[in-house]
């Protein structure tokens, strides 16, 4: 995010200010307080023994480190009726999202190129009618998706996902990948087509290099959204072919046995932390995938 | 009440990038000083220092004799017009305008007459209701600079005011500007890249270069004693032919350009060459302004004066005067003429220098000798 | 001879064709997945579809069996008081942090990313943490109890009465960060000259933000309230990870309240009437603001 250049301005100075200052930190530390405490409670939670969390208090630091939980949660907690931890289903999300943000990322950025820089005649209506894609309550697309993945003989399966993050994610990387054409200049996309090349010529040879901010955005984006995403594991999918979203909740929602609070924290950091890791290593550009939310981008 | 600045050993940094280099200027009340130079030079870094927009890194700015360091903007007793005119687009005409009365909490009744008074000044009383969205560049720009006259304020600072307006306006505003000037008396701080808009404007003109004063004068100094090789290249358009060369004594002083086949040597004025010592064969710098050179002929004879003959290699009319470009040792020069006499391209022509304006430089460090 | 004419008229004509054919067979996806879909969703929220979808046009039973549910009243009450409560603390939030971390930070960017990384994670996650933290027997209420008050009680996550506060709060703590850097770089996007004249002028702090920077954000709250409020409708993976939609159906919300009827209760013309109602609403919101939106880009 941009710096200001107004950081030089002189300003008053003397107790008032250097109280005032002081507040100013005061309030943004207590805010990082609280952003930070659950993951901290989650951490901590995870590493400690099950005695050790009735005993004490959930902001305590673990007396004694165990990993216990995690191994668990990684391979012998049980997801409903099977006991295999979540290792399975960690590998159903990356199956269902390695495909689905690639396909859905080359789609959107031909999409885009096709309706920012070769302007037919419609190009802005469809561009209108495929962004409320984006926008649609998914609730109102769940019953009849689920009979025509039935149909194609993909309900339940990991394909099917694919097929439905793709196709609901094209909507969003087709609306990133046209914020960022409407701001290349067109004079390099004449210059090329004055010198003979065509749509695929100038697509692959000039656009696609170009646009690689834009293509980490709409993949960070697309990543985040597919791995965190609840509502379509859940309804298209059953059992073995959970992605890691769902059988986390089935692992917390057990009500069979005792309730294991270190084996859910566990389970919860495995489930979040390929998005969290993308997020500490590109923060900037998934930002920016944020605020494109706003359209205008 | 006008009030003097001065400035004493004044430095920025950004960073570890020192954009000041140690700058000294005294401005006395009343005067309408124009900093000029090259875009990154640091005029406008230095403007700032003065309105307190950025904060020193070392040295002290006076304003009417108080030190004001550590001063925040609002208690310099300045006023300030932006390139961008920095107007708040929220805000209705009028409400820009009144914003730095209200915030000093100055009496309605007083607000309203100095409003009056400006905006009338202005021509824009017509738009007081408006925002600033509805108004065209030329209006808005006023509306900037009625901001900072009604405040009353012992100084007026300006970043490039008129860089935004088509050429027409810019001069209009020029000239407004400066009879603004002269019936308030303000002491005006102004920055801009433009030569001319300084020449016009300016009491004194401070020309700057990365991060370094050069030259502090009047314009017609400036124009006519540049201190150095950048000084004489800024100021002016076209500007001054700098043709390299040696200097030969042989029997008076002379100067022979670099590269030059023909032997054709400039006499040095005889008032300059008891002034130089420089010995025989060293390298320097000939300044010529085009209008020094000119057809032969043409202009009452006078001292100093010296006649070569050349091809024309470019005609370029403007206009008003026509701009012949010819070469000296494989360097081009252009020479100002009348309209009827340029002669068309590969035609021999005869030039007239008034050697008693040129200017000598030494080539090494760049200064005038 | 004429054939190598005709395809080389062809080959240009496929040529001029190519950005319309490319872009053909993705709208026809969006036309099938997204309006084919809603269309069919909206008839049989027309028809008698019970367990399994039947085809026999019904009118308007499914709405007024919809309406006559009290489940979707509370519901309905829940996405109220929730959104409310949700874009209106959110907002404060992100906007006093937005003013704040603006206040020459030298530590902005850590700080920017300790605010924000909620945001990266999935409501499953948030939800299963602030499960935990408010659970009554181990969370905030024990340690309270263990700092000396006896007697504090915090059973929000338990009582149906409450419950949906807790859905309030896990969710200001995922997204609240994201109100804040939509803010700053509203904030940031106003022209530094600006700031500079408001400080010639003599304005403070209160000043410059109440006075000048935040009339000029408005398009930013518009498009924050937006944004937040369409979070808000399309909630579901909070509620079901936080209380399952609980106690009872305490905290149900339409999204829940779709799901339930669509995959466990199987009536199908009253999911899919509640799923017409929410896309309804959405519409509202959204389609206006789209159209204000690409209507500015169109240039």
């Known amino acids: ?53 009735r005993a004490g208090s959930f902001l305590s630091l673990p007396r004694e480190i165990t990993f216990d939980a995690w191994g668990k949660a990684w391979n012998a907690a049980c997801v409903g009726v099977r006991c295999d931890g979540l290792e399975p289903y960690v590998w159903n999300s990356v199956l269902m999202t390695v495909p689905a943000v690639a396909i859905s990322t080359i789609l959107g950025a031909l999409n885009g190129y096709a309706l920012t820089k070769w302007r037919f005649p419609g190009a802005d209506i469809i561009f209108a009618l495929i962004l409320f894609g984006a926008f649609i309550p998914f609730q109102v697309i769940l019953l009849p998706m689920a009979r025509t993945l039935g149909q194609l003989g993909l309900a339940g399966s990991v394909p099917g996902l694919i097929l439905v993050h793709t196709v609901y994610g094209l909507a969003f990387t087709t609306l990133f990948f046209r914020n960022f054409f409407i701001g290349v200049s067109d004079g390099i996309l004449q210059a090329a087509k004055v010198d003979g090349a065509g749509f695929f010529g100038i697509f692959f040879g000039i656009v696609l290099p170009m646009s690689l901010p834009a293509i980490v955005v709409t993949v960070i984006w697309q990543f985040t959204q597919i791995w965190n995403d609840f509502l379509f594991g859940v309804a298209f999918t059953v059992g073995d072919s959970n992605p890691v979203t769902v059988a986390l909740n089935n692992v917390v929602n057990t009500s069979t046995g005792v309730k294991e609070y270190n084996v859910d924290m566990a389970a919860a950091i495995i489930a979040g932390l390929p998005t969290l890791l993308v997020y500490v290593v590109a923060g900037a550009y998934f930002v920016r995938g944020l605020s494109a939310g706003a359209v205008k981008g | 009440m006008a009030a003097g600045i001065r400035l004493e050993s004044v430095r920025k940094f950004f960073g570890a990038n020192e954009v000041i280099k140690g700058i000294d200027l005294e401005i006395e009340p009343g005067e309408f000083v124009v900093l000029v130079g090259p875009s990154g030079c640091g005029k ?52 820009n305008i009144t914003f730095g009365m209200e915030t000093r909490r100055i009496p309605k009744a007083h607000q309203d007459a100095a409003v009056e008074e400006f905006t009338h000044l202005l021509q824009i009383d017509r738009f007081l209701q408006r925002k600033p969205g509805q108004l065209s560049g030329g209006q808005r720009q006023r509306v900037a600079m009625g901001r900072a006259l009604v405040r009353n304020p012992a100084v007026f600072l300006f970043d490039e005011p008129l860089s935004n307006l088509d050429a027409k306006l810019r001069i209009e505003m020029r000239t407004e500007i400066k009879k603004l000037h002269q019936r308030l008396g303000k002491t005006a701080v102004y920055v801009t890249h433009d030569q001319i808009e300084a020449m016009t404007l300016a009491t004194r003109i401070a020309v700057m270069d990365n991060g370094h004063i050069r030259q502090v004068a009047d314009p017609a100094t400036i ?4 201190v150095d090789l950048f000084v004489a290249g800024f100021m002016g358009s076209p500007p001054m032919n700098m ?39 060293q390298e320097v710098v000939l300044g010529l302004r085009p209008e020094t050179i000119f057809a032969a002929g043409t ?41 009827e006499d340029a002669h068309p391209p590969g035609t021999p022509f005869r030039f007239e220098v008034d050697m008693g304006k040129a200017k000598l430089f030494d080539a ?6 | 001879m004429q054939r190598a004419v005709f395809l080389k008229s062809l080959r240009q004509g496929v040529e001029r064709r190519l950005p319309l054919i490319v872009v053909s067979p993705l709208f026809a996806l969006s036309l099938f997945f997204v309006y084919g879909f809603i269309a069919w969703t909206a008839y049989i929220s027309l028809t008698k579809s019970g367990v399994m979808p039947v085809y026999t046009f019904d009118g308007l039973a499914q709405y007024e069996r919809l309406w006559a549910t009290p489940r979707w009243y509370v519901a309905l009450k829940n996405l109220f008081i929730f959104s409310s409560l949700f874009i209106g603390i959110s907002m404060a939030i992100g906007i006093l942090l937005a003013i704040l971390l603006d206040q020459r930070i030298r ?20 939800g299963t943490v602030w499960k935990w933290i408010l659970n009554p027997g181990l969370g905030i209420e024990r340690l309270m109890r263990q700092a000396g008050f006896e007697n504090f009680t915090f059973d929000w996550l338990v009582n149906s009465d409450f419950a949906i506060y807790t859905v309030v709060i896990a969710a200001v703590w995922q997204s609240s960060g994201y109100a804040m850097a939509l803010f700053l770089a509203g904030l940031r996007s106003v022209d530094d000259e600006i700031l500079k004249a408001a400080a010639i002028d003599g304005a403070g702090p209160w000043l410059v933000y109440s006075g000048i920077v935040l009339p000029m954000l408005r398009p930013v709250f518009l498009s924050t309230v937006i944004i937040l409020a369409h979070l808000a409708i399309k909630s579901f993976d909070l509620v079901v990870a936080l209380t399952g939609g609980g106690p009872g159906y305490a905290t149900d919300m339409p999204a829940t309240f779709m799901y339930a009827f669509a995959f466990q209760r199987s009536e199908l013309g009253v ?12 519409s509202a919101i959204i389609v206006p603001y789209l159209y204000s939106e690409l209507r500015g880009t169109r240039k």
């Open chain 2, 44 to 95: 406008s870094t230095l403007l700032n220092l003065i309105a307190g927009l950025e904060t020193l890194s070392s040295g002290h700015v006076f304003i009417g004799g108080q030190k004001v360091d550590t001063t925040p903007p609002r208690d310099r007793d300045i006023a300030m017009v932006f390139q961008s005119y920095a107007l708040y687009p929220t805000k209705t005409v009028r409400q």
């Open chain 1, 1 to 53: 995010m941009r710096r200001r250049r107004t950081s030089g301005i002189v300003r008053p100075s003397g107790p008032g200010a250097v109280m005032l200052r002081g507040l100013l930190f005061a309030v943004l530390a207590l805010f990082c307080l609280y952003y930070l405490v659950p993951l901290f409670v989650m951490v901590a939670t995870s590493l400690k023994s099950l005695e050790e969390i």
């Open chain 2, 364 to 369: 090494g460090t760049g200064l005038r000798i």
């Open chain 2, 223 to 226: 124009y006519e004693n540049p």
């Open chain 2, 243 to 281: 043709i390299r060369g040696r200097l030969v004594r042989d029997g008076g002083l002379f100067f022979a350009p670099l590269g030059d086949r023909d032997g054709v040597r400039f006499p040095i004025a005889a008032a300059e060459a008891a002034r130089i010592g420089a010995p025989d064969g």
């Open chain 3, 107 to 126: 530590i902005e960017g850590m700080i920017r990313t300790i605010y924000l990384y909620p945001m990266a994670l999935s409501f499953i996650v948030t």
């Open chain 2, 299 to 339: 202009e009452l004879p006078g001292p100093d004066r010296f006649v070569f003959e050349r091809p024309v290699a470019v005609v370029e009319p403007t206009g008003p005067d026509t701009m012949i470009v010819f070469e000296i040792g494989g360097q081009d020069l252009i020479a100002r003429v009348r309209p």
């Open chain 3, 271 to 282: 999911a899919a009437a509640s799923a017409v109602m929410m896309l309804m609403t959405v």
